[in-house]
């Protein structure tokens, strides 16, 4: 089955350092990747679309400059948060959708395991 | 717009229950996608099952199964014979190109089984 990894599982820093998230597909090739964020005991809720060789899409009330997304190839989307502030310590989660599935709306997301931020 | 509604916020069940866990979803799309999740306490989002709208015929696999009613506009999963290793959050999600061809999730089912 579809394999997405990211890394690292869980980071804690001071306040004021960048940190940068990795998501990257094993098994194939995502031109679409999704960042979301999820606070304890709440749904996921989607910060932007990565796109392949092109600039992220971010949904409204997201910071581009807060949230740097670069998707440079076809099989890894890094999220770098930068000068993070203990207001940005969450749980983020990564997907790509599997081309081998489906087209658009029919292509399930395969998630990442989720990197845990702590930012103090 | 489009809106996935899981109104069951947490269910407790002993081990071997059968458990359904609602989903009702909105979209003026004609076409569209359900997807459900299970998230475990370790984080991760597991892929359970999509279905499109044009395929109401119900699927099971193994002791989960789902119920899929346009009519309702309901996607509802059932845990037969349920046990420890299925307590989890279970996220029920709806994508279509009205929406952006992204995922609309619910708010979650924390499902919690007993011994």
């Known amino acids: 089955g579809a394999v997405v990894s990211q890394h690292p599982s869980w980071v804690i820093c001071k306040s004021g350092t960048s940190v940068k998230i990795e998501c990257r597909s094993l098994d194939f090739q995502a031109t679409t990747m999704f960042w979301y964020r999820q606070f304890p005991k709440q749904s996921l809720m989607l910060m932007a679309t990565s796109n392949e060789g092109s600039k992220a899409t971010y949904e409204q009330g997201v910071e581009k400059d807060k949230f740097l997304i670069n998707h440079a190839s076809l099989t890894l989307s890094t999220l770098t948060v930068t000068s993070a502030h203990p207001e940005d310590s969450s749980f983020y989660i990564c997907?790509?959708?599997?081309?081998?599935?489906?087209?658009?709306?029919?292509?399930?997301?395969?998630f990442g395991d989720g990197t845990r931020l702590s930012i103090l | 717009a489009q809106k996935v509604t899981q109104a069951q916020t947490e269910i407790s069940v002993v081990e071997k229950e059968d458990v359904t866990l609602d989903c009702v979803y909105e979209?003026?799309?004609?076409?569209?996608?359900l997807f459900w999740y299970k998230q475990p306490p370790s984080g991760e989002l597991v892929f359970l099952i999509r279905?499109?709208?044009?395929?109401?015929q119900n699927e099971i696999s193994g002791r989960y199964s789902w119920n899929f009613q346009k009519s309702t506009s309901s996607f509802n999963f059932t845990i037969t014979a349920s046990q420890v290793v299925d307590s989890a959050v279970y996220f029920c999600a709806l994508s279509s190109g009205g929406g952006g061809n992204k995922l609309t999730f619910g708010t979650g089912t924390q499902l919690k089984v007993e011994l």
């Open positions: 997907s790509a959708r599997d081309p081998r599935q489906g087209a658009g709306s029919n292509q399930p997301q395969h």
């Open positions: 279905r499109n709208s044009f395929d109401e």
């Open positions: 979209t003026r799309d004609t076409t569209y996608y």
